[in-house]
C-alpha cells in the first residue's frame, strides 16, 4: 500500500476542495488501495470468524467525505482511511474489525462504539451473569499483548444505574464504550508483514466480539 501514507500526508497539508479535485487520481489510487487490501482482510477474518458474513470492501468503508453542518471543523475530507468487518458492514450495530490508517496516528480497534442505550444495557447484563467467562477473554494472554484491555475513554465514575454497586466486578459494567485498541505506526503499512499482524490482533480480538455479538443477539431473541 504504497500510496495511501502519502496521499493522506498530502490531504492533511491540503485540505481544500481545490487540492483535492486536482488530485482526484492520486485519491483513486489511495482509495482502490485501502479496498483491495480490505477485501484481503475480509477473506483473512472470515477464515476464522464466519459470522460476519459475506461482505466485500465496500460494504465496510467509511466515506473520506466529512459532514461539517453540524461541526466547527469545517474541512470537507477526513485525513484517514478507516474500515470496519462486521456482520451487515459499517451500519452494523454488531461488534467488528477495524482497521484506521492515519499518518498521525494508526490503530487497530474492535468491539462496539458508542452503543445505543438497548445495546449497551443488554452487554452490560451479559457481563454481569457471566462475568467469570468475560474475565477469561480479558485475560488471555495474546489479547493482553496486544490489546491491554478495554478502553477507557469516556468510562463513568460510579456504577452504571439498576446494579448492585457492590456488585465484584462492578468495574466492567462502567464502559459506556466497549472498544479494544492497538496503535501502530504508520511504516508499517508497507510491511509485507502487515497483514499478518493485523489478522493476528484481529483472531485476538475474535473472542471479546462474539461475547458482544452474542448479547446483542441475547437482546433481539426476547
Known amino acids: ?34 479496498e483491495s487490501f480490505l477485501n484481503q482482510l475480509i477473506v483473512g477474518v472470515q477464515s476464522f470468524d464466519e459470522s460476519i458474513g459475506i461482505l466485500k470492501s465496500k460494504d465496510c468503508v467509511f466515506r473520506i467525505y466529512r459532514d461539517v453542518r453540524f461541526g466547527h471543523d469545517k ?31 494508526c490503530f487497530l480497534g474492535g468491539g462496539i462504539y458508542q452503543p445505543s442505550p438497548e445495546v449497551l444495557l443488554a452487554i452490560r447484563n451479559e457481563i454481569y451473569f457471566n462475568s467469570e467467562e468475560v474475565l477469561s477473554i480479558l485475560n488471555k494472554a495474546e489479547f493482553v499483548k496486544i490489546f491491554g484491555g478495554i478502553s477507557d475513554e469516556s468510562k463513568l465514575k460510579n ?22 485498541i492497538n496503535s501502530f505506526n504508520a511504516d508499517l503499512v508497507n510491511s509485507e508483514k ?17 461475547f458482544l455479538n452474542r448479547a446483542i443477539d441475547n437482546r433481539e431473541h426476547k
Open 1 to 34: 500500500m504504497k500510496t495511501i501514507v502519502p496521499f493522506l500526508k498530502n490531504l492533511s497539508e491540503n485540505n481544500n476542495r481545490e487540492w483535492f479535485n486536482i488530485n482526484k487520481p492520486q485519491y483513486t489510487e489511495a482509495k482502490n488501495e485501502f
Open 194 to 210: 502487515f497483514i499478518e499482524m493485523v489478522l493476528e490482533a484481529f483472531k485476538a480480538m475474535k473472542p471479546f466480539n462474539l
Open 75 to 105: 474541512q470537507p475530507y477526513k485525513t484517514n482511511f478507516g474500515g470496519i468487518i462486521a456482520r451487515n458492514g459499517k451500519k452494523s450495530s454488531y461488534a467488528g474489525y477495524y482497521l484506521h490508517i492515519d499518518p498521525q496516528g
Open 159 to 180: 456504577p452504571p444505574k439498576g446494579f448492585d454497586p457492590e456488585f465484584k466486578y462492578i468495574d466492567l459494567l462502567k464502559f459506556r464504550n466497549y472498544t479494544v
